[in-house]
T-cell receptor
Framework: GQNIDQPTEMTATEGAIVQINCTYQ??????LFWYQQHAGEAPTFLSY??LDGLEEKGRFSSFLSRSKGYSYLLLKELQMKDSASYLC?????????WGLGTSLAVNP | GAVVSQHPSWVICKSGTSVKIECRSL??????MFWYRQFPKKSLMLMAT?????????EQGVEKDKFLINHASLTLSTLTVTSAHPEDSSFYIC???????????????FGPGTRLTVT
């Protein structure tokens, strides 16, 4: 079956680094996405990985290992505004399969 | 980046009435549009996928006659919740994806969402 796992909740301190993991089992693979979603708002695109390796974009980086069915999102220099839900999604043959999201709380 | 708008951003309606939600891609042609609903603190649930000019593909468990989707042009899709009931109250989000060759061919761009409350 199709399955995407990520931790439900995480807590970190302002200025620190946090890594949010995502493991997946899907019938096909055409890319992995990370989205950020603040409460009451729609998701916003953070990153896209289709090949193995690390993609860096400012304070955010995303890593993919297709052989392990594994990805992580790395957030550096955490800010209070980074408190949000982080959604991992995998495109299988047809469309996006969504994880349940990781709720990140950044404390001062 | 590509922009997707949704209208209205929130709506309150009485039970038994119908509500139409519009989703527009403002600066790109969206060959495929997606409709999601999301309950508080829950993940996105895909309701249906629509391609311009053809009938929408509904996910299992989503009533086609209750959630009418029209994707009449490359920039507009509508979701009509017919005979709404309180259990239809939710956050409805659309997203759009362009065709191959466009900058947005792999990414889905999300609208800001519509909060529907049925009383």
């Amino acid at each position: 079956g199709q399955n995407i796992d990520q931790p439900t909740e995480m807590t970190a301190t302002e200025g620190a680094i946090v890594q949010i993991n995502c493991t997946y089992q899907t019938s096909g693979f055409n890319g992995l996405f990370w989205y950020q979603q603040h409460a009451g708002e729609a998701p916003t695109f953070l990153s896209y990985n289709v090949l193995d390796g690390l993609e860096e974009k400012g304070r955010f980086s995303s890593f993919l290992s297709r052989s392990k069915g594994y990805s992580y999102l790395l957030l550096k220099e955490l800010q209070m505004k980074d408190s949000a839900s982080y959604l991992c999604a995998v495109r299988d043959r047809r469309e996006l399969i969504w994880g349940l999201g990781t709720s990140l709380a950044v404390n001062p | 980046g590509a922009v997707v708008s949704q209208h209205p951003s929130w709506v309150i309606c009485k039970s038994g009435t119908s509500v139409k939600i519009e989703c527009r891609s403002l600066d790109f042609q969206a060959t495929t549009m997606f409709w999601y609903r999301q309950f508080p603190k829950k993940s996105l649930m895909l309701m249906a996928t629509s391609n311009e000019g053809s009938k929408a593909t509904y996910e299992q468990g989503v009533e086609k006659d209750k959630f009418l989707i029209n994707h009449a042009s490359l920039t507009l899709s509508t979701l009509t919740v017919t005979s709404a009931h309180p259990e239809d109250s939710s956050f409805y989000i659309c997203s759009a994806r362009g065709g191959s060759g466009s900058p947005s061919s792999y990414e889905q761009y999300f609208g800001p969402g519509t909060r529907l409350t049925v009383t």
